[in-house]
T-cell receptor, first 115, second 116 residues
Framework: DTGVSQNPRHKITKRGQNVTFRCDPI?????LYWYRQTLGQGPEFLTY????????KSRLLSDRFSAERPKGSFSTLEIQRTEQGDSAMYLC?????????????FGSGTRLTVV | AQSVTQLDSQVPVFEEAPVELRCNYS??????LFWYVQYPNQGLQLLLK??????LVESINGFEAEFNKSQTSFHLRKPSVHISDTAEYFC??????????????FGQGTILTVHP
């Protein structure tokens, strides 16, 4: 179990630029979740995948955000035309199809700073 | 819709003192309950969870939480804290089934600061 890996750990970008983050889940986990955590707040759900299918998207996920999980393995989260309000920690988690008893693990996150 | 309220944003305590971090939730369906801990610039680590069975659950490092269905609470306690317990703690809930199963709703967090 190598854990959930997120890259990059930190990203500084200029307003208006596009950014992409990657999440590699635990290999036997079929569900993958994205959360966003702003300073002083708890994480907020953005979207999740079961295998390659995106099953739910939060209304927080504006049209500038898109997430993919090709082939049900790693996932990418892209933010187009970044805004200062997008500055946050983006967390990825993966879980086993058996549910919470079998594991639900968070990565260390990608911290995005939009300047 | 679910919601989680952590009643204290910051809790300062002295080392070896007891501590309680309070969490209340609101949900129209059955829930699973969790406490996570987050150290600076790190991801979330699961501290303990209630899925079923005994309403009192414990972690390996001395924390415990009790699910109280009538009061919709899941308060976190430790009888004697250490400096190393200084961190931010998040309470979270998830539906027990359906399409939202696995989607966690978090509280706003409680910063626990343990002073020597």
């Amino acid at each position: 179990d190598t854990g959930v890996s997120q890259n990059p750990r930190h990203k500084i970008t200029k307003r208006g630029q596009n950014v992409t983050f990657r999440c590699d889940p635990i290999s036997e986990h079929n569900r993958l979740y994205w959360y966003r955590q702003t300073l002083g707040q708890g994480p907020e759900f953005l979207t999740y995948f079961q295998n390659e299918a995106q099953l739910e998207k939060s209304r927080l996920l504006s049209d500038r955000f898109s997430a993919e999980r090709p082939k049900g393995s790693f996932s990418t989260l892209e933010i187009q035309r970044t805004e200062q309000g997008d500055s946050a920690m983006y967390l990825c988690a993966s879980s086993h199809k058996g549910g919470f008893n079998y594991g639900y693990t968070f990565g260390s996150g990608t911290r995005l700073t939009v300047v | 819709a679910q919601s989680v309220t952590q009643l204290d944003s910051q809790v300062p305590v002295f080392e070896e003192a007891p501590v309680e971090l309070r969490c209340n939730y609101s949900s129209s369906v059955s829930v699973y309950l969790f406490w996570y801990v987050q150290y600076p610039n790190q991801g979330l680590q699961l501290l303990l969870k209630y899925l079923s069975g005994s309403t009192l659950v414990e972690s390996i490092n001395g924390f415990e939480a009790e699910f109280n269905k009538s009061q919709t609470s899941f308060h976190l306690r430790k009888p004697s804290v250490h400096i190393s317990d200084t961190a931010e703690y998040f309470c979270a809930v998830s539906d027990t089934g359906g399409t939202s199963y696995g989607k966690l709703t978090f509280g706003q967090g409680t910063i626990l600061t343990v002073h020597p």
